[in-house]
């Protein structure tokens, strides 16, 4: 049986979906910010033997999906065609059994890491890295953000989706941290999806004019400083460029499994 989430199944569907809690961090973070009853937001979950299976969040036009192995229901597909979803991820032994039902869609595969520990640099300053607190500021994140080749995902969101998207990380949901010259952002690091126990790096960034100058060095040491030391979270990112891999591996970050993310060839 499929069903709809309610308020009423909080405590049961957060205590199934933390025994990954980092693989399930996205879906965590859309219950604990969003809960049930949100416009954009829908909770699923699968059961079998009345105990839980697996669950599906989607947020605006994203999917996630979780379950206990890789046995797809196919009655699943009916619920995720209810919704105008751009992005369905998850962990990679599941989104494989996943994608041959929808040809539409194409894979990007990435590394999945995660970091518990960070040691702050004597040789990494602080000084001139802000939060993000206002729209403005957030307007000028997506200024920058929308520039950079490599972050696709930026440029599938509307600038007023995106500040929204900012402003509802931010606070108890997430931090954005970025560094302000020449009256724009020229770095930035932002973590998202956060919860009681992790959050997600995403939007690490610096732009091609003020590189080799440390700044993106700076507001990445700043957030994992902020998050590891400070909050006692665990951060958690994707990668799909082995260079980037090696300079987390240094930073202490670990891996932890491989991500899929399906994206609709039109997008």
Not at 19 to 34: S, T, V
Not at 94 to 103: E, R
Not at 134 to 147: F, G, K, Q, S
């Amino acid at each position: 049986m499929i069903r709809k989430l309610t308020e009423s199944d909080r405590k049961a569907v957060l205590k199934f979906l933390a025994a990954e809690p980092e693989l399930n961090m996205y879906i965590i973070g859309d219950i604990k910010n969003f809960g049930f009853d949100s416009e954009d937001q829908a909770i699923y979950a699968e059961f079998r033997d009345d105990a839980y299976y697996a669950v599906m969040s989607q947020n605006l036009s994203h999917i996630v999906y979780y379950a206990k192995d890789g046995d797809f229901n196919t009655k699943w597909l009916d619920v995720f065609q209810q919704f105008n979803f751009l992005f369905l991820s998850g962990k990679a032994a599941l989104i494989k059994a996943i994608s041959p039902h929808l040809p539409n869609m194409v894979e990007d595969r990435l590394e999945f890491m995660k970091s518990t520990t960070f040691k702050k640099q004597d040789d990494v300053d602080y000084e001139g890295v802000e939060i993000l607190e206002t729209e403005a500021d957030a307007e000028l994140v997506y200024n920058l953000l929308n520039t950079i080749e490599e972050l696709d995902s930026v440029k599938m969101k509307s600038k007023d989706e995106f500040i929204q998207y900012l402003m509802d990380n931010s606070g108890d949901n997430g931090t954005t941290v970025f560094y302000r010259e020449d009256g724009k952002v020229v770095a930035n690091a932002t973590a998202v999806g956060e919860t009681t126990h992790t959050a997600m790096v995403v939007g690490v960034a610096t732009d091609p004019d003020y590189r080799q100058r440390g700044l993106g060095k700076k507001v990445l040491h700043y957030l994992l400083d902020f998050y590891v030391n400070h909050k006692e979270k665990t951060l958690c990112l994707y990668y799909d460029d082995p260079r980037a891999g090696a300079l987390y591996e240094k930073l202490g970050f670990v891996h932890i499994g491989e991500w899929i993310m399906l994206l609709k060839e039109d997008t």
